[in-house]
């Protein structure tokens, strides 16, 4: 039996995969795979927005909000979102909380100032500043912040809150992890290999006015008018990751919904920050008021101790369990679908390592 803690891609629900390999060549008697399915099909059309549907009750999303599903990953849409938002004043917010936001103020930064109005670099991204000692620019377009961040092990508690200057929030590691409000965000995107499906799809939530400070001439495909206009259909869309998110979402129904993973996910996490606060040899990389109940990172201190420990790790079927390689030690990723078995392993066999060495 493996346990994959891989940051992303992420594990997915075994139902899940079982699911799709029952239908993987025959779809509910159509004869032909998902695969193969024309994305104009009223087979297809069905699949699309039955998901839609199960994501909009899941997170209870608004009907003022739209659901896009997209390609290119939540990296372009650090350039989509400046592109189609950062349009009225030219300037936007960031709060600075590690690599993910550095490439977003990156590609923000080709069309407009960037401010960074807080950032956590001095304390190599272990912490999320705090909200309230920020001084955010009235005449911002938007505030971006990454919700949850999957190489450090942080998350957001509190949220910045600001009724004229829309927030955009990256989630792409915390997206039904947790019960959010939506209508405390105006744009929220996530790349789907994490806690939605695989690879190759982009959701994004927006609300409906923003829309309206598009300027012309963004590129069609990049204007995300494009998208809500033609349902996601304007060109073909990834029609398998689609159908499996749509699985994917169907499980979380069963499972309880959203609520009920939030318990789930919070009940696996505190099983090996317990163990790390009671650890003479373990020790946390994020501070204890924002750590991320997605991606746990520790260390023991020691570059060869944490090799040893991987190693040991990846006999025992525990894999994928290095950190991002900016910040070494380990890093579990403890997405919707890893069991609680899984994380009882990991747990029991850092307990005998710290025993043995
Ligand atoms: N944002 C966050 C928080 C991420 O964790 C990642 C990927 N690990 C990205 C953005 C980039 O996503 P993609 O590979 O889909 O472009």
């Not at 699911?19 to 297809?44: I, P, Y």
């Not at 959701?203 to 309206?212: A, N, Q």
């Not at 009671?278 to 501070?287: Q, R």
């Not at 910040?327 to 307990?351: C, D, F, T």
Request: charged share 20%.
């Amino acid at each position: 039996m493996v346990y994959n803690f891989s940051a992303g891609p992420g594990v997915l629900p075994k139902e899940v995969l079982n699911k799709a390999a029952q239908e993987l060549v025959d779809f509910e008697q159509t004869g032909m795979s998902v695969m193969e399915m024309s994305h104009r099909s009223s087979h297809f059309q069905e699949i699309i927005d039955e998901t839609e549907s199960l994501l909009r009750e899941l997170l209870e999303i608004p009907e003022s909000y739209h659901v896009l599903f997209l390609q290119g990953g939540a990296s372009l849409q650090f350039a989509m979102i400046p592109m189609n938002l950062m349009t009225v004043n030219k300037t936007c917010d960031f709060i600075h909380t590690g690599t993910w936001t550095g490439k977003a103020m990156k590609e923000a930064a080709n069309m407009g100032s960037v401010n960074v109005v807080a950032s956590s670099e001095d304390a190599a991204f272990s912490y999320i500043p705090l909200i309230e000692e920020i001084n955010f620019n009235e005449d911002a377009d938007y505030i971006h912040i990454c919700h949850n961040n999957t190489i450090y092990g942080t998350k957001y508690i509190d949220l910045p809150s600001n009724d004229r200057v829309p927030l955009v929030a990256d989630m792409s590691s915390s997206i039904l992890s947790e019960k959010i409000d939506i209508s405390n965000f105006d744009l929220i995107f996530a790349g789907a290999q994490k806690n939605i499906g695989p690879a190759g799809l982009t959701i994004v939530i927006i609300k409906s006015e923003l829309l309206k400070r598009i300027p012309n001439g963004v590129p069609t495909m990049l204007d995300y008018r494009t998208h809500v206009e033609s349902g996601s259909l304007f060109n073909t869309p990834p029609t398998y990751s689609i159908y499996m998110a749509g699985l994917v979402l169907k499980w979380i129904k069963e499972m309880g919904g959203v609520a009920a993973m939030e318990e789930y996910n919070a009940q696996k996490a505190k099983l090996i920050y317990d163990l790390i606060d009671n650890s003479w040899l373990f020790n946390g990389l994020a501070m204890r008021a924002y750590r991320s109940t997605m991606n746990v990172t520790f260390s023991t201190g020691s570059q060869s101790l944490d090799r040893k420990f991987l190693a040991r790790a990846t006999e025992e079927g525990l894999i994928a369990l290095n950190g991002h390689k900016s910040l070494g030690g380990m890093r579990a990723s403890i997405y919707n679908a890893m069991p609680l078995e899984g994380v009882e392993k990991l747990v029991e066999l850092m307990k005998k390592f710290e025993r043995e060495n």
